[in-house]
């Protein structure tokens, strides 16, 4: 059973920089496409980033483009969000997922992905 398992969610300040973290255990981390995806309180859950699983392939949604990095290390079956410059509105619950198989352009949809963690929560003040 593949079990997905997110990490690093917490209360900081606007302005700072988190690195959240997803390890990914029974199943075979280096064939799933990853991603992350973050939800607020009475909104949808929204894309964030995805990367391939090679890591070659990167995509970022436009709101976090110019300030976030995602990265893999298949060795330790891990995938990571870098967020910097933080705002209020970056506040929400940060979910981990991944997919046995997706093509390219199905990376922003929530239900092209088989494994979900249960999220961790990152909030912002001002």
């Known amino acids: 059973q593949v079990q997905v398992v997110e990490s690093g969610g917490r209360l900081v300040q606007a302005g700072d920089s988190l690195t959240l973290s997803c390890v990914v255990s029974g199943g075979t981390f280096s064939l799933y496409a990853m991603g992350w995806f973050r939800q607020a309180p009475g909104k949808e859950r929204d894309f964030v980033s995805a990367i391939s699983f090679t890591g070659e392939q990167r995509i970022y949604a436009d709101s976090v483009k110019d300030r976030s990095t995602i990265s893999r290390d298949n060795a330790k079956n891990t995938a990571t969000l870098q967020l910097n410059s933080l705002r209020v509105d970056d506040t929400a619950v940060y979910y981990c997922?991944?997919?046995?198989?997706?093509?390219?352009?199905?990376?922003?949809?929530?239900?092209?992905?088989?494994?979900w963690g249960q999220g961790t929560q990152v909030t912002v003040s001002s």
């Open positions: 997922a991944a997919a046995e198989f997706i093509v390219y352009g199905a990376w922003r949809t929530p239900g092209s992905y088989d494994y």
